[in-house]
């Protein structure tokens, strides 16, 4: 009888850690199969950190999307993506790199007459975790130099090179007046070979409202674009900035992010607050 007691205990736990184990790859899955299973990717309470100043996501309530492109602006696909987001009518915010900003001046320039959000992707593409605090400071800044030096104006959104950040980064960036930006929908949209089917199947299966669509100034990005959009757009959806992002969130998360930027949620977002240092070095504001 106890042998019996035993064996059936041990059955009993067993089946009890295999269910644990199932919850476990359950929450740890992709983001494609926890949407099959009725998972939303989207958590309306996390939308903003108000500690680490970050957009993670936009407000799941509304059918918008902002789509961000990294890593440029580069010659061979900005063009495209400019004319096919002008034939769309959608807007969109460029995460650009400084050094490609100074490289590509009129690319720069384009982009921001046709009304696109210029946001910082660092000076040289760094990674910034562990740097010293003074490369750290100088990899964010610079970029915001290069962007003052056209436009008399900051830079206020930030995305880390690979999404990579501590918490020095974070606060560092906070201190500079920048809200970090992360994402909700990433399309492996960079390298090398890069399918443009591939990128759009990624893009459109993974996206939702409120969504942050992580994609890539390049070639594949170029192609894939225009059916990317003209889906979302038969779905629904709105393309706004991550600043209009931003205006339309949740009140207490709308006036959290806003207060990173020194405003209060009556007032319209506007220039950077006056606070903030100048930091257009001496010697630098020739030659663009
Ligand atoms: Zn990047």
């Keep these: 009888m ?23 790859v359950l929450l740890v899955a992709k983001p494609g199969v926890r949407r099959r299973l009725g998972i939303s990717p989207i958590q309306p309470t996390n939308l903003f950190d108000l500690k680490g100043a970050m957009l993670k996501a936009g407000n799941p309530a509304l059918k918008e999307v902002a789509l961000t492109f990294d890593d440029g602006p580069h010659r061979e696909s900005r063009e495209q993506i400019l004319n096919t987001l002008k034939q769309f009518h959608a807007k969109a915010t460029f995460f650009e790199v400084g050094m490609r900003m100074e490289q590509n001046p009129d ?15 660092t000076m040289f593409h760094i990674t910034l975790p562990g740097l010293k605090p003074d490369t750290l400071h100088k990899g964010i800044n610079e970029a915001d130099i290069v962007y003052y030096r056209f436009t008399g104006k900051h830079l206020r959104l930030l995305r880390p090179p690979g999404m990579r950040f501590d918490s020095a980064t974070l606060e560092e960036a906070k201190r ?6 992360s994402y909700t929908a990433a399309s492996a949209d960079y390298g ?20 942050i669509l992580l994609l890539h100034d390049y070639p594949a990005t170029a192609k894939a674009l225009p059916e990317i959009l003209e889906t979302l757009t038969k779905q629904g959806y709105q393309f706004v900035t991550v600043e209009e992002m931003l205006q339309h969130l949740p009140p207490k998360e709308r006036a959290e992010a806003l207060s990173c930027w020194n405003l209060s949620s009556e007032a319209p977002a506007g220039d950077r607050p ?7 070095s001496e010697g630098k504001a020739k030659g663009l």
């Design 2 to 24: 106890s042998h019996f007691s035993s064996r059936k205990t041990l059955k009993i736990l067993l089946g009890g850690f295999c269910l644990l184990a199932a919850f476990g």
């Design 107 to 121: 690319l720069l320039r384009r982009t921001i007459a046709e009304g696109h959000e210029i946001a910082n992707h």
């Design 176 to 181: 500079l007046g920048y809200i970090t930006v």
């Design 192 to 211: 090398d070979h890069v399918d443009p089917n591939n990128v759009i199947e990624r893009t459109l299966s993974r996206t939702a409202p409120g969504g």
């Design 274 to 280: 006056a606070f903030l240092p100048l930091a257009v």
